[in-house]
T-cell receptor, first 111, second 113 residues
Framework: GQQVMQIPQYQHVQEGEDFTTYCNSS?????IQWYKQRPGGHPVFLIQ?????EVKKQKRLTFQFGEAKKNSSLHITATQTTDVGTYFC???????????FGKGTMLLVSP | ETGVTQSPTHLIKTRGQQVTLRCSSQ?????VSWYQQALGQGPQFIFQ???????GRGNFPPRFSGLQFPNYSSELNVNALELDDSALYLC????????????FGNGTRLTVT
């Protein structure tokens, strides 16, 4: 079945440093979505990427979808303590219309 | 707009027992998915329902079953509970169709002793 892998599992940064998490799928995706889960909370939708090579920005967050539609990345510029949480990518295969989540990258930001 | 609500929030069961978890979808959403999230892991897809029929299933045994009702609310049933079933169970609703985002409930924390 479809597998979605994320690295790193965990990253601890100082406030103001940048952060990047990478996501790779074993199959070509119809779209990829990113979610953020705060400690003790539930995943919250951030963004969806659909087109090959697509880049989207949300303030300090930049999301990219690879040309082959099998990989993606999330980059946070100048992290803040409010960025703390676990970031998940979730890939959707058009044949199944279901989302497969990666294991997530836990981000800790020290002030 | 009413969000996704789940009940109960916490539950403790004994190995071998059965459990039913409930979910009310966000208004206007016709598809519901259930996920199991073990501590420190990503949500694992259990199954998805659309128009009261299961239209996708992950790698979970048959003792995990579900229902979707005409009002799009849903139930997750787990029979013959095992210790490894201890996890956060998340319900998520969406509009049918690829690309629509999942809206998650707060989850039910199940502990099996």
């Amino acid at each position: 079945g479809q597998q979605v892998m994320q690295i790193p599992q965990y990253q601890h940064v100082q406030e103001g440093e940048d952060f990047t998490t990478y996501c790779n799928s074993s199959t070509t995706l119809s779209n990829i979505q990113w979610y953020k889960q705060r400690p003790g909370g539930h995943p919250v939708f951030l963004i969806q990427l659909v087109k090959s090579g697509e880049v989207k920005k949300q303030k300090r967050l930049t999301f990219q979808f690879g040309e082959a539609k099998k990989n993606s990345s999330l980059h946070i510029t100048a992290t803040q303590t409010t960025d703390v949480g676990t970031y998940f990518c979730a890939g959707e295969n058009s044949g199944y219309s279901t989302l497969t989540f990666g294991k997530g990258t836990m981000l800790l930001v020290s002030p | 707009e009413t969000g996704v609500t789940q009940s109960p929030t916490h539950l403790i069961k004994t190995r071998g027992q059965q459990v039913t978890l409930r979910c009310s979808s966000q208004s206007g959403h016709n598809t519901v998915s259930w996920y199991q999230q073990a501590l420190g892991q990503g949500p694992q897809f259990i199954f998805q329902y659309y128009r009261e029929e299961e239209n996708g299933r992950g790698n979970f045994p048959p003792r995990f079953s579900g229902l979707q009702f005409p009002n799009y609310s849903s139930e997750l049933n787990v029979n013959a509970l095992e210790l490894d079933d201890s996890a956060l169970y998340l319900c998520a609703s969406r509009l049918q169709g690829t690309g629509s985002p999942l809206h998650f409930g707060n989850g039910t924390r199940l502990t099996v002793t």
